[in-house]
């Protein structure tokens, strides 16, 4: 089968996020299938972009075959950004006949955050007598209207809206990453229940099984707090205000007086700097800061530590779930976890691995910490394995590749169950 990805800001390993098309299109590779993801050469998202000569130029990264569509480049969220949305929409709308000629897809689907990508990949599909299928990340235009304060009535939002009713209606299927949204997509034009496939984001085995050793930094600092015997609380990912991490240095400052603890803050992002001045301010000595690794790095980096932790700002829109790739990583790292996150799922409860708090809650992680560090460290060790075994049964990418083709090719996998 030929199978069409089409993600605005797609990545790859190497490159930066997002990693979902990538790691897909790995998986369907090993089953024989033949894949092509089309994205925009530049991103906000990746760390490094590609070196694009000109439009529709097609690359191998990583083993993937990527086909990039030439945008302008942009910082932050307005004009110049959403100018990009139409442009990578409005020329992959007229490449279609030639991509469908080229390409042949089996499979076309839609993954580009915003809606606005499902007037191009239907019209490629039904070019090509393709299976269409329409993937929501987040719920736009929901997402702007809730979090950002947009009118519902902005000519922007409207047109978005209009987008996304069509994705949901004319789609073939439709893949969400989160359960409830069903309940959001059956108000807004999905016809059925039925049409609605739940594939969360996961993790990669060989990301596992050959992790890359941490830089000097970071293993120098955490051999030496290991030394002290200290009981160690790690943050991971981005430091933004949504991550909840203020609460996290609330925490650390209640726990001074306990010499067993020590809290560690791994990443980059725009509120760092503001938490690092806070932190040595108000002089929370037993708090580290250290710079991002790299994603096969992850696994070495939580090996070392003795719980995790994992918070959000109360948000409306998690009424419809979550799907952090942070706490999958954390699962398997078969480590405990302070989870003080709201929403219509918890992973964590349901895997049995961890501690939830109410959001925003520093007592929460101080008492969460104190009941994990009372454990034996055989107690601590059966609850992270408890996470280790529900992601793997429930969030590994080949398992997860495997549920998405059945959406993909539903016929064919009729007849192989039958």
């Not at 024989?32 to 925009?40: L, P």
């Not at 993937?64 to 992959?92: D, H, M, P, S």
């Not at 050959?210 to 160690?232: C, I, M, S, V, W």
């Not at 991971?236 to 991490?245: D, E, K, P, Y």
Request: aromatic share 10%; hydrophobic share 40%.
């Amino acid at each position: 089968m030929n199978i069409l990805y089409i993600d605005h800001y797609a990545g790859s390993v190497g490159m930066g996020m997002e990693f979902r098309p990538y790691y897909f299109a790995r998986e369907w590779q090993k089953l024989g299938h033949k894949v092509r993801v089309i994205g925009a050469n530049f991103s906000h998202l990746r760390k490094t972009n590609p070196t694009v000569a000109k439009d529709f130029e097609i690359q191998q990264i990583e083993g993937v075959e990527f086909q990039w569509i030439k945008t302008g480049t942009y910082e932050g969220n307005g004009v110049k950004r959403a100018l990009t949305l139409f442009e990578f929409c409005t020329k992959l709308d007229l490449y279609a006949p030639k991509l469908v000629k080229e390409f042949r897809p089996d499979a076309v689907i839609s993954s580009s955050t915003y809606p606005l990508d499902t007037y191009p990949a239907r019209r490629i599909a039904r070019l090509a007598g393709a299976r269409y299928v329409h993937e929501a990340h987040d719920l736009w235009p929901l997402t702007l209207i809730e979090l950002a304060g947009w009118s519902e009535k902005h000519p922007f939002i409207r047109m978005l809206a209009a987008a996304e009713k069509a994705a949901y209606a004319k789609s073939d299927a439709v893949v969400g990453l989160f359960a409830a949204q069903a309940e959001h997509m059956l108000a807004h034009g999905m016809q059925s229940r039925d049409k609605f496939t739940h594939i969360p984001n996961g993790i990669v085995l060989e990301d596992w099984d050959r992790p890359e050793p941490l830089g000097d930094t970071h293993a120098q600092l955490l051999t030496r707090l290991k030394a002290e015997n200290k009981f160690l609380v790690c943050y991971l990912g981005g430091h933004a205000l949504s991550n909840a991490l203020d609460t996290l240095l609330d925490a650390a400052k209640l726990m001074r007086g306990d010499e067993r603890f020590a809290f560690v803050m791994v990443g980059g992002g725009v509120e760092k700097p503001r938490l690092q001045k806070r932190a040595e301010d108000e002089h929370i000595d037993n708090l580290f800061f250290l710079p991002p690794v790299g994603k096969k790095q992850v696994p070495s980096l939580l090996a070392q530590m003795d719980a995790l932790y994992v918070g959000a700002e109360r948000c409306s829109l998690y009424r419809f779930g979550v799907s952090m790739n942070k706490v999958y990583d954390y699962m398997m790292a078969a480590k405990p976890i302070i989870y003080g996150v709201e929403a219509a799922n918890n992973d964590v409860a349901e895997a049995g691995c961890g501690i939830t708090i109410e959001p925003g809650s520093a007592s929460g992680i101080r008492d969460a910490a104190l009941a994990l560090i009372g454990m034996s460290e055989g107690e601590r060790q059966a609850m992270g394995e408890l996470g280790r075994r529900w992601v793997l049964e429930n969030c590994e990418y080949g398992r997860l590749a495997e549920q998405f083709l059945k959406v993909l090719a539903p016929e064919k996998h009729v007849k192989q169950d039958g």
